[in-house]
Nanobody, 117 residues
C-alpha cells in the first residue's frame, strides 16, 4: 500500500482547501492516519490525526476549529478539510499512517499549500 497526498494549491487568507490522502494498492489497514506539515525553514509538525476504527480525531492547537480530518470510504481516502486558512498555514503537507502503538512509518509525498495575505 502506498499513500498519495493531493489537493494542495494557492489560496488567499480566509479561503479553504481540501487535501486528500488516498491509499493505492489496497485499503487503509493501519490504526491511524495523520496529517503533518513542514513550513520553509521549520521542522515537520503534527496537524491532525484520526483513529480509523473509532473515528476519534486529534488536532494541533493551531488548527483546531479550522481543520477537520475525516475518512471518505467512497474514495478510500483520509481527507483534511482546511478552512479560514492563514498565511502561517503555508507548508508542504504530508499524510502518514501507523499501526497501533507504533510510529508513523508509511508516508505519502507532500502537497504544497500556499496561503497569501
Amino acid at each position: 500500500v502506498q499513500l498519495q497526498a493531493s489537493g494542495g494549491g494557492s489560496v488567499q487568507a480566509g479561503g479553504s482547501l481540501r487535501l486528500s490522502c488516498q491509499a493505492s494498492g489496497g485499503t487503509f489497514s493501519r490504526y491511524a492516519v495523520g496529517w503533518f506539515r513542514q513550513a520553509p525553514g521549520k521542522e515537520r509538525e503534527f496537524v491532525a490525526s484520526i483513529i480509523l476504527s473509532g473515528g476519534n480525531q486529534f488536532y494541533a492547537a493551531s488548527v483546531k476549529g479550522r481543520f477537520t480530518i475525516f475518512r471518505d470510504n467512497a474514495k478510500n481516502s483520509v481527507d483534511l478539510q482546511m478552512s479560514v486558512l492563514k498565511p502561517e498555514d503555508t507548508a508542504v503537507y504530508y499524510c502518514a499512517a501507523k499501526g497501533r502503538g507504533g510510529s508513523y512509518d508509511l508516508w505519502g509525498q507532500g502537497t504544497l499549500v500556499t496561503v497569501s495575505s
